[in-house]
């Protein structure tokens, strides 16, 4: 047995031992010595800022890579942020939003409003889709008018209605046909908007990307396969969509014969599906991914570096109290919940990702009133940090109830929520001796069925605004909103206030109407204490410090229409 | 022999029927629906059941999804690629899966054959210790921890290969998924190795080669090496069923667009017929593989058809 | 070797009587071979004396004591608790004087946090105490090992032990349920179950009864069609012994060591499936803590503050570890013919 074995278990004791060593130095590196694995973790930190300049290989193509992978090319039936992203690519609406959010004419070159608000006019811009047809008023017509098809069952129809869109509801109900829409081609490049009820948001909506027209013979010549690849889709946006990876990468190519073409914007955008960040990251540092999202820890970690950015979302989470559980139903025990949950820190030192405490249930910079300020700033900060009130309220709650109580919190398993459920857990029981508080952790879309059911006591959730106006938030509390009113608040002082607004004698009054909201708002949260609001999320990213021109819009799509590499 | 191999299969396939019958159940008995996001109002979720046809009965929909797929449809997609058909969205997926697996198989096979031959060839001495420990620890380290110090030191710190999946790259970006793969294969095979081969080197007939005066190489590579490796071929099942297992956090790890992360997002986004699929289709291949593995036995040892017949 | 012991012992008595020790004139004086085999042969010596010249399972047993001890103390000794949030004391480095400095890239974190109190393994992304978190997750794991051997004995056998003994139409039935079960990968059984049912302890249990017996059933239902021709077992009927009284009374225990070796290998996978679960955020649920939850979260931050994955993954691989070399070595033990599976 001498002759033979000797090179072969020499070669297998050298391959052994290599492998040990990668795996031993690494699965302690831990240990957090003054040594031990300080070399390869600085090397992070300082490669960092060195390889991300470095990374312009191709400056004419940029890398972003996504935690979520798209869903659609089809844009109403679309539901997610990032698929709306990608659509925004390829597609365009009437309007388009300035870095501010401001609306600028893209495929209308200008439009009129009627005196009373009730009648948009669109005049079109000479674009033509990417197969050289041009784009006509009857493609947004027919757009639209799938759009609020029952058949199509899209989940986005409501926003029609949103907008007051004449027999949007009724269209979507199936009570009338699509041809009584409010909306009409007065000729090819002209495009009537009829209302209801005037809307101050329309122009900004415009941008969405349920909103984009759709080329009906192109459209039904695809049978079942329109939008499922590149080949089954024509663009009307400043890129064509030339690649379609499912589950890895979305390639996006400029379009030379776009009528409103931005000669700095990057010539090839590529999203990137990555779900682990910590790998899209290492990517980022080795120079192959320009812009990257950050999660908990890694933000404290890369706070600072160049390239770290910082930007607000409209997503504000917020706990709906379920008001039909009894114990519930006492308002010591929601005002003592309300007083517990320390916000302040829950935005700095749990979630560091840029987040910010929330001062009411509507979020920061979502809108701007009639007198040009922010919505916050004229309601002011309404939530409130208080544990000797919350001691109060809950002993008093106590008393009422008759002994201590036990509440259960269920929020979705993603890393962020668990954190922040864990931290109110744990203010709850510390600022409300003698509570108990249990966890109750679900994947989102149960999470969300359970509570859309009342199957929960108190729950995490967020609410992403669908347009720049604190009704779309408002709306959601309303008793007679089955869907979205989880907690089941009903108040008569609350829905008036709110129906005026929207609907009544103030919906024309920009003034009232906004005052009318700031009341609501008061009721529902620092009244009635029905619903919680937690913080307003914040996105943490690295992004090559060559890339520009990302505006990111916390009431609206993130556009990357014009990004540009050095 | 034919009429066991017969017997097999349709019994095989009975289960196949089966197993999808349960998969419908669960998924059907799970809670929440593919259409559930916080805008969704009841009336659009009403119209989405009717357009999908969700809003009939269990059986009804049963039977309908088994007639389609036994003309190969298997539904289309409700969230991940809405709208796209099934069969047309796994089987990229499926095919990249496949071949990052049967390389991490072989790699597996391979290595855990030479560990373990040069531990039983050395038995009792320090190489047989290192062989055990490192077998030990492949399958004591989880995979995925393993999967990302790979990627932390060799694709980092090295940058001997790329981290990512990269479709414009393939070859090179499989390598250190494979690597991670390996892992327990190699652990296994190397265990089993050892042991089967220790037992066939102390056996009579050995003996009786050695008496022989046979040279050693040849003692080894044609007659107990040859003997070791029937038995190893029942463990290929359960390696196989754990390459599958690991794929899905490897995929996770290294963004690599296969079956496995197919399955897991299908499954966070309840997007039935996606899941029902991935998981048929993981039902079918491990079913096949051990019909395949069994019949192979049957053929190499004839022992175990005479063991089969009586039991 | 066991085999001679053996042999030794059943021919012991006819050497006594129809040899004299005089007959043997090559034994030495001092050997008493026929004595010293006589007075040592008890079973569990036997197994005993066997298990204890194997180092590696003495190794494992050793580790699996101290790892038990640790998890029924550990949380004690720390002087916190499990789920005490000290947000300001979040993601420390480990600090032990004169073993680990509580510092990271350079920078002494407690210093610079102003923190004056030491935890020896780091604290999380919520600042809770590592090393209370690390014993108190081994004590979920261990729970999960133990239902596990549980499962694996009562469901395993009994189900491998009917199918067996009674063969034809049962046998076949038992065996296509099982296989159906066995179809279906564990991983999406697993996976489908944790959607199911509400996460947590109970239903991580529920998912290892449903899956984990079969390959245990296997082998019971292949000992039992070895045992089930043999002449006791027909002595046994023919008294008039019911069935369920000859297989758990007469098979069982004959084919219960055996069993209870394949029960110990069992025992890591189990480990691994709850790990697996909270890999995949379908486990226990938090501010519970098991070496899986405990490795995910650390997980998601490997590359920023890898020590708090080490702690976890070091005493998951040790436990898993010294499983096996346990396993190895009784194997060994009670059965050195027995092929490792």
């Known amino acids: 047995m001498i002759d033979f074995k000797k090179p072969l278990s020499f070669a297998l004791a050298a391959a052994m031992l290599a492998g040990c060593g990668t795996s031993t130095s690494a699965g302690t590196p831990a240990a957090g010595t003054d040594t031990g694995s300080a070399p390869a973790a600085e090397n992070a930190g300082t490669t960092d800022a060195a390889a991300a300049p470095a990374a312009s290989a191709n400056s004419s193509e940029v890398v972003v890579a996504f935690d979520a992978d798209l869903n659609t090319m089809d844009h109403h039936i679309a539901t997610d942020g990032n698929s709306f992203i990608m659509q925004s690519m390829c597609y365009s609406g009437l309007t388009s939003l300035d870095a501010a959010g401001s609306p600028l004419p893209e495929l209308a070159k200008s439009w009129d409003v009627s005196e009373d608000g009730l009648v948009y006019t669109f005049h079109l811009a000479d674009a033509t889709w990417s197969n050289g047809t041009p784009v006509t008023a009857k493609d947004f017509v027919y757009g639209w008018q799938r759009l609020d098809a029952p058949e199509t069952a899209s989940e986005y129809a409501f926003i029609l209605d949103t907008i007051h869109c004449v027999n949007a509801a009724e269209v979507n109900a199936g009570e009338k046909p699509v041809e009584e829409l409010g909306v009409k081609a007065i000729d090819d490049k002209t495009l009537e908007v009829t209302l209801t009820l005037p809307c101050d948001f329309l122009l900004g909506l415009m941008s969405f990307p349920s909103f984009f027209p759709l080329n009906q013979e192109f459209y039904e010549a695809q049978g079942d ?342 | 022999m034919s009429k066991y191999i017969t017997k097999r299969v349709l019994i095989s396939l009975a289960t196949l029927l089966v197993i999808l019958f349960v998969l419908f159940l669960m998924l059907d008995k799970m809670p929440g629906s593919p259409f559930n996001d916080e805008k969704l109002t009841e009336t659009q979720k009403a119209l989405l059941y009717a357009k999908y046809g ?218 039935y017929n996606v899941v029902i699929a991935c998981a048929f289709v993981y039902s079918a291949m491990y079913i096949a593989m051990m019909l395949i593995v069994d019949i192979l036995y049957g053929i190499i040892d004839p022992r175990i058809r005479v063991a089969k017949g009586s039991a | 070797m066991i085999m001679s012991d053996v042999m030794l012992e059943k021919h012991a008595p006819v050497l006594d009587d129809d040899h004299s020790p005089e007959d043997f004139v090559f034994v030495q004086e001092g050997e008493k071979l026929v004595d010293r085999t006589y007075k040592a042969t008890s079973y569990w010596r036997d197994v005993w004396s066997h298990f204890s010249k194997n180092r590696g399972a003495l190794i494992g047993f050793v580790i699996i004591l101290i790892i038990v001890i640790m998890a029924i103390i550990g949380p004690m000794i720390s002087g916190r608790a499990y789920d005490t949030i000290i947000i300001e004391h979040k993601n420390l480095p480990p600090k032990i004087p004169g073993i680990f400095g509580g510092v990271e890239r350079g920078i002494d974190v407690y210093a610079s946090k102003g923190v004056n109190v030491n935890y020896w393994f780091g604290t999380d992304y919520n600042g809770r105490d590592m090393f209370t978190r690390v014993w108190q997750g081994t004590r979920i794991s261990l729970l999960v090992a133990l239902v596990a051997v549980v499962i694996d004995i009562v469901i395993g056998m009994s189900y491998g032990l009917i199918s067996g003994y009674f063969g034809g139409r049962v046998d076949m039935i038992m065996q296509r349920i099982a296989e159906i079960l066995n179809g279906i990968p564990t991983l999406v059984v697993v996976t489908l179950l944790g959607m199911v049912l509400p996460s947590g302890i109970i239903s991580i249990i529920f998912a290892l009864m449903i899956t984990g017996w079969i390959g245990m059933s296997r082998i019971a239902r292949a000992e039992v069609l070895k045992l089930k021709e043999s002449e006791y077992i027909l002595a046994s009927k023919t008294l008039g012994a019911r069935d369920f009284a000859i297989i758990f009374k007469d098979i069982m225990p004959n084919i219960f060591g055996q069993l209870v070796i394949m029960a110990m290998f069992s025992i890591p996978n189990a480990i691994f499936t709850e790990a697996f679960l909270s890999f995949v955020g379908l486990g226990i649920q938090p501010p519970e803590a098991s070496l899986g939850s405990l490795i995910s979260d650390g997980y998601k931050s490997l590359t920023i503050h890898p020590y708090q994955i080490a702690f976890p993954v070091i005493v998951l691989a040790l436990l898993m570890l010294s499983f096996n070399l346990f396993a190895d070595g009784l194997r060994d033990a009670f059965d050195p013919n027995m092929k490792q599976m």
């Open chain 1, 225 to 566: 396969q329109f939008a499922l690849s590149p080949d089954n889709m024509i663009y009307c946006g400043p890129y064509n969509m030339t690649g379609w990876e499912q589950g890895n990468s979305y390639t996006f190519t400029k379009r030379a014969d776009y009528f409103n073409l931005d000669p700095e914007a990057a010539e090839t955008v590529v999203f990137r599906f990555q779900q682990d960040t910590q790998s899209a990251l290492l990517e980022y540092q080795s120079g192959n991914i320009d812009v990257v999202k950050l999660q908990g820890e890694q933000v404290d970690q890369y706070a600072g570096e160049p390239g770290f950015t910082n930007r607000l979302t409209g997503y504000l989470w917020y706990i709906p109290v379920n008001m039909t559980v009894d114990k519930l139903q006492n308002l010591n025990l929601r005002k003592a919940i309300h007083y517990a949950i320390d916000r302040e820190t829950i935005a700095k030192d749990v979630l560091m990702d840029g987040s910010i405490a929330a001062e009411g249930e509507i979020p920061v910079a979502l809108a701007t009133g009639p007198d040009g300020k922010d919505y916050r700033e004229s309601a002011g900060k309404i939530t409130e940090y208080d544990p000797a009130k919350a001691k109060e309220f809950y002993d008093a709650a106590v008393k009422e109830l008759g002994g201590d109580v036990t509440l259960e919190l269920m929020f979705e398993d993603s890393e962020a929520s668990k954190a922040v459920a864990e931290y109110i857990q744990a203010k709850l029981k510390e600022n409300c001796p003698g509570m108990e508080v249990t966890l109750n952790s679900k994947p989102k879309k149960e999470r969300l069925e359970l509570m859309k059911s009342q199957k929960y006591e108190l729950g995490l959730t967020r609410w992403g605004p669908d347009y720049a106006d604190p009704q779309t938030y408002m709306d959601l509390f309303l008793s007679t909103n089955v869907s979205n009113n989880q907690g089941r608040y009903n108040s008569a002082k609350y829905d008036e206030l709110v129906l005026k607004a929207t609907q009544g004698e103030d919906a024309a009054d920009s003034a009232k109407r906004w005052a009318d909201f700031v009341e609501a708002e008061k009721v529902l949260v620092a009244e009635d204490f029905a619903v919680i609001p937690v913080y307003q999320n914040g996105g943490a990213m690295m992004i090559n410090p060559n890339v520009s021109n990302i505006n990111f819009h916390s009431a609206a799509v993130d556009d990357y229409r014009h990004i540009y590499k050095k």
């Open chain 2, 54 to 271: 969700l809003d009939q009965p269990f059986f009804v929909r049963f039977f309908k999804y088994l007639g389609a797929v036994l003309r190969g449809d298997l539904g289309v997609s409700y969230v991940l690629n809405k709208n796209k058909a099934v069969s047309d969205l796994i089987s990229a997926p499926l095919l990249l899966s496949i071949r990052i697996g049967a390389r991490a198989m072989l790699l597996g096979s391979v290595l855990g054959l030479l560990l373990g031959i040069a531990a039983a060839l050395n038995h009792n001495t320090w190489i047989d210790t290192l062989c055990s420990f490192i077998s030990i620890v492949g399958v004591s380290v989880p995979s995925y921890v393993f999967a990302l110090l790979l990627a932390y030191y060799i694709g980092f710190v090295l940058k001997l290969t790329p981290i990512l999946y990269n479709s414009k790259n393939v070859s090179a970006s499989i390598i250190l998924p494979t690597i991670a793969l390996a892992m327990f294969p190699t652990a296994n095979v190397s265990r089993f190795t050892r042991s089967e081969m220790i037992d066939v080197l102390n056996s009579e007939y050995i003996l009786l080669v050695e008496a022989k005066g046979v040279r050693q190489t040849s003692l080894i590579l044609r007659h107990a090496l040859r003997n070791t490796l029937i038995p190893i071929i029942t463990i290929m099942g359960p390696i196989l069923v754990n390459l599958l297992t690991g794929s899905m956090v490897v995929e996770k790890v290294f963004g690599i667009p296969g079956i496995g992360m197919l399955m897991v997002q299908a499954i966070q986004n309840n997007d």
